[in-house]
């Protein structure tokens, strides 16, 4: 008999805390949410103002092609801004540098394909009927 009272309780429980945090999920959620993007207008707001138009361009497209790199160089020029150490905006050519720069200071990782032609040999539709 208690063993059934008691789990009732427990679903009774359960079913409040699901429902209390049901309630304040979608705040939370929102919150962050609006944190985020203040972080992300800040930032859009700080990349403006230290790079040019031709280096905001070319840090896109590193952005499109590799996002990491994209995402690291942002993250060094945003610091570089706020520590003062850029006294007017990165020119294209400054911005190449620097990307350079980080180049050199990072591991290369490098990557091989192995084609194994042995089984692209063995292909079904070589065979006969």
Same mark, same amino acid.
Not at 4 to 23: T, V
Not at 91 to 100: G, K, P, T, V, Y
């Given at each position: 008999?208690?063993?059934?009272?008691?789990? !009732?309780?427990?679903?009774? *429980?359960?079913?409040?805390?699901?429902? !209390?945090?049901? #309630?304040?999920?979608?705040?939370?959620?929102?919150?962050?949410? #609006? *944190?985020?993007?203040?972080?992300?207008?800040? *930032?859009?707001?700080?990349?403006?103002?230290?790079?040019?138009?031709?280096? *905001?361009? +070319?840090?896109?497209?590193?952005?499109? @092609?590799?996002?990491?790199? @994209?995402?690291?160089?942002?993250?060094?020029?945003?610091?570089?801004?706020?520590? @003062?150490?850029? +006294?007017?905006?990165?020119?294209?050519?400054?911005?190449?540098?620097?990307?350079?720069?980080?180049?050199? !200071?990072?591991?290369?990782?490098?990557?091989?394909?192995?084609?194994?032609? +042995?089984?692209?040999?063995?292909?079904?539709?070589? #065979?006969?009927?």
């Amino acid at each position: 008999m208690e063993d059934l009272e008691l789990a !009732q309780i427990r679903q009774k *429980r359960l079913q409040q805390i699901q429902a !209390q945090y049901a #309630e304040q999920d979608p705040n939370h959620a929102k919150a962050q949410k #609006e *944190r985020f993007q203040a972080m992300e207008d800040a *930032r859009h707001s700080i990349l403006a103002q230290a790079l040019s138009q031709d280096a *905001r361009a +070319r840090l896109n497209t590193i952005k499109l @092609g590799r996002p990491d790199k @994209g995402i690291m160089v942002e993250n060094m020029i945003c610091k570089m801004a706020q520590n @003062g150490q850029l +006294r007017e905006r990165l020119s294209e050519a400054e911005l190449i540098q620097l990307i350079e720069s980080l180049n050199q !200071q990072l591991p290369k990782s490098s990557s091989t394909v192995k084609f194994d032609r +042995r089984r692209a040999a063995l292909d079904s539709d070589d #065979e006969d009927f």
